[in-house]
C-alpha cells in the first residue's frame, strides 16, 4: 500500500477528537476521509479544524458512501458489542478504545465478528506504544537471551487511584451546541455480583490498561493468585511460574500523574515510569540498573524520543493496515484482560466476605 490510508473516524467527541483525530490527522501516511457523528455541529465544527472532507449521521452511512481502508472508532466501551460488530461487517480493521468491551461474553461476539468477516481489531492499550515501553520490551527480550542479569524473577505495576491522568490533553477540543446523544448500551456483564458491578466497570474502564501492560512485560499469560479486600493489590503468578503484582493505591495527585512498572533480574533491574495518558509529546522514563559482577554496578538512562504514547500508536495501527506490523494489542489478547478483571472481582467479593 503506497497510498495513504484512507481512514473513516466514527465518533469525535472528547476521546476522539483528543486522543486519536488530532494524532492522526499529523500523519502523512494516512488520510481521514470521513467523520460519522450525529451530532451534526460537533461533526461540522471538527470536521472544519482537521481538514476533513466528509461528514456522516452514522457509520453505515458513512461505509455506504466511501471507499476506506480502515475505521476507528471512538465509543464508550459499554457499546462495543454493538458498534464494534457493525464495524467490523464492513470487512475492515479496526481500532478501538480499550477494553474490547463491557463483558466477556461481549468480547467473545465482537471477535467471532472480526472472525467471520475476515479482519482484525487493534485494542487501543496506549501504553504498549509508548517508545519507553517499545524500548523496555526490547530490552527484556535481549537480556532474556543474553542472560547477563539472569532471569526475570518479579514484575510490580504501582497505579495511584487518582491524578491528572488528562495533563492538558483537553485543552483544544471542540464542543458543539447539540443536545446530548442517547445512546443504547450493550446487556450488563453476567456473573458479576451486581453488588460488585461497579467496581468490575472501574477495573475494566481504568485498572485494565495495567492488566494488560503486565502481561506484555511478562511476555506470557498469567492468572490472579489473590485479591486484597480493598480492591488495592492483585497479587498474579505467570504461566512460567513468575510473581507479579499490580498496586492499585487508594491516594489522589492533583498536578502529577505517578504510575511505574519494575522489572526484577536476578542482578538487576528496569523502571519504566510512566507519564499521564493524555500528555502530550512526553514519553515515559527509563531508568536500567545492572550489577552482574565482575566490573562495577551501573545505572544507565537512556534518552527516549520525544513523542507521546498516543502518538505512536497511531503511528502503529497505520503500519498494522499496512501490513509492516503485527498490532501491539489484538482482540483475543484483550479478551484475556476481561478475564482477569473478572476474576479479580471474584476473589475480591469472596475475600471481602470471609
Known sequence: MSDPVRLGFVGVGLMGQCAHLKNYAQLPECRVAAIAEPRKDTARKVAARYGVPRVYDTSEEMLAHEKLDALVVAQPFQRHGRILCEALASGLPVFCE????????????????????????????HKRSDPATMYVKEEIARLTESGELGPMVYVRIFIPAGGDWIANGFEDVIRGDD??????????????????????????????????????????????????PTGT?????????????IEMVRYWTTVDWQEWAFILF??????????????????????????????APETVVPQIPWVHAMRQQAVN??????????????????????????????????????
Open 98 to 125: 480499550k477494553p474490547i468491551a463491557w463483558s466477556v461474553e461481549t468480547g467473545e461476539k465482537v471477535i467471532e465478528s472480526a472472525r467471520r468477516n475476515g479482519t482484525w481489531i487493534m485494542v487501543g492499550y
Open 179 to 228: 443536545p446530548s446523544v442517547p445512546l443504547d448500551l450493550d446487556p450488563t456483564p453476567t456473573g458479576i455480583d451486581p453488588k460488585m458491578l461497579d467496581a468490575y466497570t472501574d477495573v475494566v474502564n481504568g485498572y485494565i490498561h495495567q492488566i494488560n501492560l503486565m502481561r506484555h512485560l511478562l511476555g506470557e499469560a498469567y492468572e490472579v493468585a489473590f485479591a486484597e
Open 233 to 245: 493489590l492483585m497479587v498474579g503468578r505467570s504461566r512460567s511460574g513468575l510473581p507479579c503484582m
Open 266 to 295: 536476578e542482578h538487576g533491574w528496569i523502571k519504566l515510569d510512566i507519564p499521564a495518558p493524555m500528555a502530550f509529546r512526553r514519553p515515559g522514563r527509563v531508568e536500567l540498573f545492572r550489577d552482574p559482577g565482575g566490573r
Open 317 to 354: 495501527f497505520i503500519r498494522a493496515v499496512r501490513g509492516e506490523i503485527k498490532p501491539p494489542c489484538n482482540a483475543e489478547e484483550a479478551l484475556e484482560d476481561l478475564k482477569i478483571a473478572r476474576e479479580f472481582i471474584r476473589l475480591k467479593a469472596l475475600s471481602t466476605s470471609r
